[in-house]
């Protein structure tokens, strides 16, 4: 599909936003942004009270890809064309203010069957129980939208009452028209979802489009010191 103008997200974002939010995300993620630990279990997630914010989504979708965006680092998390590469939950301190989480990808990933149930069932059990999980960021891939796992990673945060927010990743594939398409279905679908905020950010990491919109959202969640 025939790339869109790089100003597309910033003509679709920006409204939600003024100048003062998007400066405070700006100065958030110019802090220090360091690697913690990986989990594998349940048990080895780390004990904060700092605020988190998790980044899910189907594998491949560019979790990692956007961390790296919004902090402004090419590698602090790791990425890969290979989709289900991540296959432990990742935490980063954010300069002691938030922690960012970057989950395992669900749906397709070339790996053991067991594997990738194992570390499914770590995802679900992180979501259900974290009290100090304040919000998820679903990405959805513009170009195809949701997927039926998607559609089941939104049931079961409604049913867990986790807030989470609707991320469209690769924007930069989409024209503005279909761009504005999609996102006019997703925010008729939102309705019908308790738990999920009702602003979609459209983002590309690749044109850094719509990543001053997300820092300004998430900074809003960030400790105060």
């Given at each position: 599909m025939p790339s869109s103008n790089p100003k597309n997200t910033e003509?679709?974002?920006?409204?939600?936003?003024?100048?003062?939010?998007?400066?405070?995300?700006?100065?958030?993620?110019?802090?220090?942004?360091d690697f913690i630990l990986s989990a594998t279990k349940i048990n080895q997630v780390p004990e904060t009270e700092i605020a988190e914010v998790?980044?899910?989504?189907?594998?491949?979708?560019?979790?990692?890809?956007?961390?790296?965006?919004?902090?402004?680092?090419?590698?602090?998390?790791?990425?890969?064309n290979t989709p289900g590469r991540t296959r432990q939950i990742n935490f980063f301190d954010l300069a002691g203010r938030l922690m960012l989480v970057d989950?395992?990808?669900?749906?397709?990933?070339?790996?053991?069957k067991k594997e990738i149930a194992e570390w499914t069932a770590l995802i679900e059990d992180y979501l259900r129980g974290r009290?100090?999980?304040?919000?998820?960021?679903?990405?959805?891939?513009?170009?195809?939208g949701p997927?039926?796992?998607?559609?089941?990673?939104?049931?079961?945060?409604?049913?867990?009452?986790?807030?989470?927010q609707l991320i469209l990743?690769?924007?930069?594939?989409?024209?503005?028209?279909?761009?504005?398409?999609?996102?006019?279905?997703?925010n008729d679908e939102l309705s019908q979802h308790a738990a999920a905020h009702p602003h979609v950010i459209a983002t590309s990491s690749r044109n850094k489009n719509g990543i001053s919109e997300?820092?300004?959202e998430i900074a809003l969640l960030a400790v105060t010191n």
């Open positions: 003509f679709i974002n920006k409204f939600n936003f003024d100048d003062k939010q998007l400066e405070n995300g700006r100065m958030l993620f110019s802090q220090p942004c998790a980044f899910a989504g189907r594998s491949n979708v560019g979790k990692s890809t956007l961390i790296n965006a919004l902090t402004g680092r090419k590698t602090l998390a790791r990425t890969s989950l395992p990808g669900y749906g397709y990933a070339r790996a053991p009290r100090q999980l304040y919000r998820v960021c679903l990405l959805i891939d513009a170009r195809h997927k039926e796992t998607d559609h089941q990673a939104m049931a079961l945060l409604d049913q867990s009452a986790v807030p989470y990743t690769k924007c930069d594939k989409l024209k503005i028209g279909n761009l504005q398409l999609r996102l006019g279905d997703l997300l820092q300004a």
